[in-house]
């Protein structure tokens, strides 16, 4: 079966400290892993796109990584802000019938408090 | 910030009223989807459409119809709303084409729906 897991599910940190969001999946055959930002009451917004090949990526202060072999993804947010403060979401394809196929996970949501 | 808009952001109604989520976008992309997503859980795709006259089913059973007549506009109706309808209602777009970079789908802000 297909699945995203989160972990973990919620997240309190201090204003400037760093932390790592966990993703692991079981989504095959896999096409790429996108990680969402949602703040709330809005839309989810792409932070970061990975293929198979890749295995890091970054975004300013949001660092992403893929282990294929694994099945792992993580999202490292350095220097953490106020405006931090939101549900982030890992979503990974597959392709299917010559389009992609999004799975996407629970989501992790991150508080920053000053 | 994307160029995909929803309306109304919020909605109160009561039990047996038809209503219709607006979700329009100005990219020009072909591909659409509404997803329904309940606090703390994932996002459930439970319409979508690659263009005009084109509409498909989701993973997520839903009792809501869409219609794609114009490549812009994607609305969902509800013909007769229920308390179990109350949830957050998604609509995204993506451009065609299989390429990695493609498949980023650009988010509405979303309706917030109540039926009392």
């Known amino acids: 079966k297909n699945q995203v897991e989160q972990s973990p599910q919620s997240l309190i940190i201090l204003e400037g400290k760093n932390c790592t969001l966990q993703?692991?999946?079981?989504?095959?055959?896999?096409?790429?892993l996108r990680w969402y930002k949602q703040d709330t009451g809005r839309g989810p917004v792409s932070l970061t796109i990975?293929?198979?090949?890749?295995n890091t990526k970054s975004n300013g202060r949001y660092t992403a990584t893929l282990d294929a072999d694994t099945k792992q993804s993580s999202l490292h947010i350095t220097a953490s802000q106020l405006s931090d403060s939101a549900s982030y979401i890992c979503?990974?394809?597959?392709?299917?019938?010559?389009?992609?196929?999004?799975?996407f996970g629970r989501g992790t949501s991150l508080i920053v408090h000053p | 910030e994307a160029d995909i808009y929803q309306t109304p952001r919020y909605l109160v109604i009561g039990t047996g009223k038809k209503i219709t989520l607006e979700c329009s976008q100005t990219?020009?992309?072909?591909?659409m989807y509404w997803y329904q997503q309940d606090p703390g859980m994932e996002l459930h795709l439970i319409h979508y459409?690659?263009?005009?006259?084109?509409?498909e089913k989701g993973d997520l059973s839903s009792e809501s119809t869409v219609s794609r007549i114009r490549t812009e506009h994607f609305p969902l109706t509800l013909e007769s709303a229920r308390p179990s309808h109350t949830s957050q209602y998604l609509c995204?777009?993506?451009?065609?084409?299989?390429?990695?970079?493609?498949?980023?789908?650009?988010f509405g802000p979303g309706t917030r729906l109540t039926v009392l």
């Open positions: 995204a777009s993506s451009p065609r084409g299989t390429s990695g970079s493609w498949n980023e789908q650009f």
């Open positions: 993703c692991n999946y079981t989504v095959s055959p896999f096409s790429n």
């Open positions: 990975m293929t198979f090949s890749e």
């Open positions: 979503v990974v394809s597959r392709l299917g019938g010559g389009s992609y196929i999004p799975t």
């Open positions: 990219m020009g992309h072909d591909k």
């Open positions: 459409s690659y263009g005009v006259n084109s509409t």
